[in-house]
């Protein structure tokens, strides 16, 4: 899975640690970012049911000379098809021109609607169907994904959670970590690096080891063991974004970083969140 570095998932299977994101892109923009990344060395491609593009990674896929069993793909559940999963996951692999995907995630518990146990029973039963390699969850709190283990006996392999320097999620993702569950970063670079990229410490950081503030970013990701998925549709981006594997943050600066957190939430929150 070329040169970046590989998770270990709890059900054995294994994940690139840096992929593309496709949040807001048109299909158009989908196919041709996911194309250029492809070739660019990426191995891992995220994208959504919500995102109305998987049609775009689809087409990619089908001019990529690239073997199936080295590219992991993720899409995800949306929140009004939690009553009716195999619809959503047959719809999701018909616009991937897929058999299956490597990983599903439920996109949000929306709690209000109290669906995601039985949603999450019918994924583990396409993932026996081998529809689905790997199952797992996006903006789970620590009592939604205690609810699920417990109700099921299942322990989900990646909660995917917004997830930036100005969001650090440290008690989280430390509860993922106790419970081996992956922890991906969405948003990792706080959406467009507001508030980020200018800090002081990024900047003297990209200027000792000659980076872009956005590279300095992804591998504090990389460095924390978070899988990251930064978005972009612009081909310079999409090969800056890959190009972080020549160095790393040492402990001291990891810890300086831990300063720029705010507990800034850009997106929704979990616990109030039930949109359909």
């Known amino acids: 899975m070329s040169q970046q570095p590989i ?31 492809l070739k660019t060395g990426y191995r891992a491609i995220d994208t959504a049911a919500i995102y109305k593009n998987e049609e775009g990674v689809g087409q990619a896929l089908q001019h990529s000379d690239l073997p199936r069993d080295e590219i992991f793909i993720t899409t995800k559940l949306w929140n009004s098809d939690q009553g009716q999963v195999r619809q959503a996951l047959e719809s999701s692999l018909q616009k991937l021109q897929l058999d299956y995907v490597d990983l599903y ?16 029973k019918q994924m583990i039963s396409l993932q026996q169907e081998g529809l689905i390699k790997s199952i797992g969850v996006c903006n789970f709190q620590q009592n939604h994904l205690e609810r699920l283990i417990s109700e099921t006996g299942v ?28 922890t991906e970063s969405w948003s990792p670079l706080a959406q467009g690096g507001e508030g980020v990229f200018d800090h002081p410490l990024i900047r003297e950081l990209a200027e000792k080891y000659q980076k872009t503030p956005a590279q300095i970013v992804i591998r504090w990701h990389i460095d924390n063991g978070l899988v990251v998925i930064p978005k972009s549709v612009t081909p ?11 160095f790393r943050l040492d402990k001291t600066e990891l810890t300086r970083l831990t300063a720029l957190d705010e507990g800034k939430r850009l997106g929704p929150d979990p616990d109030t969140f039930n949109q359909e």
Request: proline share 7%.
């Open 236 to 246: 310079s981006r999409i090969d800056e974004n890959f190009d972080v594997f020549d």
């Open 7 to 37: 998770v270990k998932l709890n059900d054995g299977r294994l994940m690139p640690q840096l992929g593309l994101g496709v949040w807001k892109a048109s299909i158009d923009q989908t196919r041709d970012a996911v194309t250029h990344a």
């Open 155 to 182: 322990t989900p392999v990646v909660n995917q959670i917004e997830l930036h320097p100005l969001m650090q999620q440290r008690p989280m993702h430390s509860w993922n970590a106790l419970h081996h569950i992956q």
């Open 105 to 120: 995630l439920m996109h949000w518990p929306c709690p209000k609607d109290d669906q995601y146990v039985e949603a999450w």
